[in-house]
C-alpha cells in the first residue's frame, strides 16, 4: 500500500480485544474491515488452589494501555493517521468477577475467573434454598442454570469471603463489575468520574439480569444478598457510553477523547463478526487453551472449551435439552435485543495442552495435530476431557476425565486422534440439542478462534456433523464484531450494518468425507462413554483442604510428637 493510500485509508475503528489469556488492541478499516494493526500481549494467570483461576484485575488495565499504545506506534510506522480512529470497541471474556473500591481506583481481590470452581459450595447451599433444588429455577428470567460459571456466585462468594470487600459495601465504596466495565470505567477516567456500564450480552451472563425486562432483577438480587447499588449501568451493545482519558500514571493518552462506543462478550462478538445476523446461523468458537499461539500467528483468544451460538432473532428460545438462552447483541439504545440459545463445553481445546504437557506425548499443539494424522483414527479409543465436569448439555460436575476402549495395540496418536476427536463429539451434542431447540436445522456451521487452523480437527468437525463446516479467512471475527458495534453507534456512524453494505468474507470449507452411519456410530461409542465418566465426584469427596492438619486430632497429635521430639532433643544436649 502506497504512502498517500494509507494516509487516506477513511474512518477507522479500534477494538479492545481482553481475552484469558492475552489482550489485543486492533484497529480496523471501517470500510473494508481491513485488519490494519494491532498488539498483543500475555496475561497470567494465578492459581492459589486446586480448582481455582484468578487474574489481577490491574494487570489485565496496563495490558490494554500497553496494547494500545503499541498499536498507535506501529500505525505512526506504517503512515497511518491515527486520528482517523473514531471509535473503540471492547469485547471480553465473559463471566470473570471484579469488586473494586471507587474511591481508590483499586481492585479489592483478584478477578475470579470463569471456569473457577471455587463456588461449588455456594451452589450448593443456595441449591438447599430452592424447593426440590432445581437448579433452573431462574431459567426463564435469566436463561442460566444455577452453576459455578455464572457471576452471580462468585460475587456471593467474594461478600462471603473477603472481609475487604464486605467492609466497602457496607462503606458505599463497592463497585462490581465483569471485565468490560472494569476496563470501561477505568479507561473514561476511574476515580475521577469513570463510567460505571456493562452491556446486556454481558449482564445476561452473571444470573442477576432479566432478559426480558432487560433489568436487574430485584428478587434475583434478594435472592443472591446482592445489593443492587454495586451493579452498573446496563447499556446496549451499540452507543457511546464514554471516552478515552489520559492514564495519569502511564502517561498514555494517544486516543484521548475517541469514544468507547461498542461492547459485546467475546461469544456474542464473534456472532457479530461472523454476521450472523439471521435466524438460524450459527457460529462455534473453538478457542485452544493456553497455548493457542502455537496453532494461530495472529493469537486469537483465550479460552478453555467451545461455545456454540445460534441466532434465535428477538424470540427468546428455551431450551429442553441443556441449552442455555442467552442475549446475542442489543445494537443500539433504541433497537430491539436479539438472543441466542448456546450450548458451553468446558473442555476443547486444554485437552491439547494436556497431552503436552501432563502426558508429555507431544512439544507444541502442532505436533498433536501430526500425531492424529498419522494415524487417522482413534482405533475404538473414546476420550472424555471432563477434567471440570461437563457443561452442556449435561450439567454434570460430579464427572471426571476419562479414556476407554484401550488395548495393546493403542499408542499415543490414537489418544490424540482421541482428543481431538472429543471436541467434535461435544460440539456434535450441543448442536443436536440446538436443533432440537430452535426447530431451524443447520445447514453449515461457521467456526473461529485458535484451534480452527488444525485442519484435522475442521475436517473431524465436519465428518461427526455430517454437515459442511466454514472457516473465514479473517481469523480476528471477534475484535471485529467489537469495531463493528462501536463504529455503527449513534453519533459515531461510520461503519454501516445494512446487509448489503457489509463486506463478504472469503472462508475454508470443509465437506463430509464420511458416511453418516459410521459418524452415528462413533458418537454412540462416545455417549456410551460420557456416561460412564459421571458419578466420580460428590459434595463430600475430600477435594478441599487435604493436608494432613485438616484433621484436628490428627493435627494435635502430629504437633504434640513434634514438640515431644524437640523438647527430648534439647534435653538430652544435642
Request: aromatic share 8%; proline share 4%.
Amino acid at each position: 500500500m502506497a504512502a498517500s493510500e494509507r494516509t487516506a485509508l477513511g474512518p477507522l475503528v479500534g477494538a479492545i480485544d481482553q481475552g484469558t489469556s492475552s489482550t489485543r488492541f486492533l484497529v480496523f478499516n471501517a470500510k473494508t474491515a481491513e485488519l490494519l494493526s494491532h498488539h498483543q500481549v500475555e496475561i497470567k494467570q494465578e492459581f492459589p488452589r486446586e480448582g481455582w483461576v484468578e487474574q489481577d484485575p490491574k494487570e489485565i488495565l496496563n495490558s490494554v494501555y500497553e496494547c494500545v499504545e503499541k498499536t498507535c506506534e506501529k500505525m505512526k510506522q506504517l503512515n497511518i493517521n491515527i486520528g482517523n480512529i473514531r471509535a473503540i470497541g471492547v469485547t471480553n471474556q465473559r463471566e470473570t468477577t471484579v469488586v473494586w473500591d471507587k474511591t481508590t481506583g483499586e481492585p479489592l481481590y483478584n478477578a475470579i475467573v470463569w471456569l473457577d470452581l471455587r463456588t461449588q459450595s455456594t451452589v450448593e447451599r443456595l441449591l438447599k434454598r430452592i424447593p426440590g433444588k432445581n437448579k433452573t429455577f431462574s431459567k426463564f428470567k435469566t436463561g442460566l442454570p444455577l452453576s459455578t460459571y455464572f457471576s452471580a456466585v462468585k460475587l456471593r462468594w467474594l461478600l462471603d469471603n473477603v472481609e475487604e470487600i464486605r467492609k466497602a459495601v457496607e462503606d458505599r465504596r463497592a463497585m462490581f463489575g465483569t471485565i468490560d466495565s472494569w476496563l470501561i470505567w477505568s479507561l473514561t477516567g476511574g476515580k475521577n468520574g469513570g463510567i460505571h456500564c456493562t452491556d446486556v450480552t454481558n449482564a445476561s451472563r452473571t444470573m442477576l439480569f432479566n432478559i426480558h425486562s432487560l433489568e436487574w432483577d430485584p428478587e434475583l438480587c434478594k435472592f443472591f444478598d446482592i445489593p443492587m447499588e454495586i451493579l452498573p449501568n446496563v447499556r446496549s451493545s451499540s452507543e457511546v457510553y464514554g471516552l478515552m482519558k489520559i492514564c495519569p500514571s502511564r502517561k498514555s493518552g494517544a486516543l484521548t477523547g475517541v469514544p468507547i462506543s461498542g461492547c459485546l462478550g467475546d461469544q456474542s462478538a464473534a456472532l457479530v463478526g461472523q454476521m450472523c445476523f439471521r435466524d438460524g446461523q450459527a457460529k462455534n468458537t473453538l478457542s485452544q487453551y493456553w497455548f493457542k499461539i502455537l496453532i494461530l500467528r495472529v493469537l486469537k483468544r483465550y479460552g478453555t472449551g467451545c461455545f456454540l451460538l445460534c441466532n434465535t432473532g428477538q424470540k427468546s428460545v428455551f431450551s429442553e435439552h441443556g441449552l442455555i438462552t442467552t442475549i446475542a447483541y442489543k445494537m443500539g439504545r433504541d433497537k430491539p435485543a436479539f438472543y441466542a440459545l448456546e450450548g458451553s463445553v468446558a473442555i476443547a481445546g486444554a485437552v491439547v495442552r494436556w497431552l503436552r504437557d501432563n502426558l508429555g506425548i507431544a512439544k507444541t499443539s502442532q505436533e498433536v495435530e501430526k500425531l492424529a494424522a498419522d494415524v487417522g483414527t482413534s482405533y475404538g479409543c473414546y476420550f472424555v476431557p471432563a477434567f471440570s465436569g461437563l457443561y452442556a448439555p449435561y450439567w454434570e460436575p460430579s464427572a471426571r476425565g476419562i479414556i476407554c476402549g484401550l488395548t495393546q495395540f493403542t499408542n499415543k496418536s490414537h489418544i490424540a486422534f482421541a482428543a481431538l476427536e472429543a471436541v467434535c463429539f461435544q460440539t456434535r451434542e450441543i448442536l443436536d440439542a440446538m436443533n432440537k431447540d430452535c426447530g431451524i436445522p443447520l445447514s453449515q456451521l461457521q467456526v473461529d478462534g485458535g484451534m480452527t487452523n488444525n485442519k484435522i480437527l475442521m475436517q473431524l468437525q465436519s465428518d461427526i456433523l455430517c454437515i459442511p463446516v466454514v472457516k473465514p479467512s479473517m481469523p480476528e471475527t471477534t475484535a471485529l464484531g467489537a469495531a463493528m458495534a462501536a463504529g455503527a453507534a449513534e453519533g459515531v456512524g461510520v461503519w454501516s450494518l445494512n446487509p448489503g453494505d457489509l463486506t463478504a468474507v472469503t472462508c475454508e470449507r470443509f465437506e463430509p468425507q464420511i458416511n453418516p452411519e459410521e459418524s452415528e456410530y462413533r458418537y454412540a461409542r462416545w455417549k456410551k462413554a460420557v456416561m460412564k465418566s459421571m458419578g466420580w465426584e460428590t459434595s463430600d469427596s475430600p477435594n478441599g483442604d487435604t493436608s494432613i492438619f485438616s484433621s484436628l486430632p490428627l493435627g494435635i497429635f502430629i504437633m504434640s510428637s513434634m514438640v515431644m521430639l524437640i523438647g527430648a532433643k534439647y534435653i538430652s544436649g544435642k
